[in-house]
T-cell receptor, first 116, second 110 residues
Framework: GAGVSQTPSNKVTEKGKYVELRCDPISGHTALYWYRQSLGQGPEFLIYFQGTGAADDSGLPNDRFFAVRPEGSVSTLKIQRTERGDSAVYLC??????????????FGEGSRLTVL | RKEVEQDPGPFNVPEGATVAFNCTYSNSASQSFFWYRQDCRKEPKLLMSVYSSGNEDGRFTAQLNRASQYISLLIRDSKLSDSATYLCVVNEAGRRALTFGSGTRLQVQP
């Protein structure tokens, strides 16, 4: 497909387990973002990649969260020792470099994580 | 204080009504502004950018007041299909990430 693809669409796990969420961005997009969204809230920034490197990881809540994008395309968000408070929809978005005039990010449908 | 604040609503309006949403942002260095739309259980999508001089796209008009750090969205002649959550979005100078408000929910009723 032509859009941002995220897998799994739903993930239920137990407290303390390790989780990986995958994002396949739109081909050619250099920028990739991870956000998470809780019910009734807007998306909350986690991390931004430009190419292979994490250009801004200031939104990661703690060191249990880590993300990689080794070849500048697919990205994986990794969450260690999951906690119930990690339950949310994790959204991936891709685009070209943001500028003053271009604010279009293309979001995937998200991975809904539930930690029991 | 949140970086981007919006009235969560819901705004319940009849078809054909005009409705306006407001948003304030805290960082005066913010340089670009957008409205995104999010349907229930769907991903956010760009609705329109907001320019300093104000801009219009069909039934939608966006305004920016930098002095008051205030952004607005006006929807004229509301349609049932306009029912969604409208997210106010800001890009701060020097950052490459967008900051989203919590959204304002609109319900257009027949």
């Amino acid at each position: 497909g032509a859009g941002v693809s995220q897998t799994p669409s739903n993930k239920v796990t137990e407290k303390g387990k390790y989780v990986e969420l995958r994002c396949d961005p739109i081909s050619g997009h250099t920028a990739l973002y991870w956000y998470r969204q809780s019910l009734g809230q807007g998306p909350e920034f986690l991390i931004y990649f430009q190419g292979t490197g994490a250009a801004d990881d200031s939104g990661l809540p703690n060191d249990r969260f880590f993300a990689v994008r080794p070849e500048g395309s697919v990205s994986t968000l990794k969450i260690q020792r999951t906690e119930r408070g990690d339950s949310a929809v994790y959204l991936c978005a891709s685009g070209f470099r943001l500028s003053a005039n271009t604010g279009e990010l293309f979001f995937g449908e998200g991975s809904r994580l539930t930690v029991l | 204080r949140k970086e981007v604040e919006q009235d969560p609503g819901p705004f319940n309006v009849p078809e054909g009504a005009t409705v306006a949403f407001n948003c304030t942002y805290s960082n005066s260095a913010s340089q670009s502004f957008f409205w995104y739309r999010q349907d229930c259980r769907k991903e956010p999508k760009l609705l329109m950018s907001v320019y300093s001089s104000g801009n219009e796209d069909g039934r939608f008009t966006a305004q920016l007041n930098r002095a008051s750090q205030y952004i607005s969205l006006l929807i004229r002649d509301s349609k049932l299909s306009d029912s969604a959550t409208y997210l106010c979005v800001v890009n701060e100078a020097g950052r490459r990430a967008l900051t989203f408000g919590s959204g304002t929910r609109l319900q257009v009723q027949p």
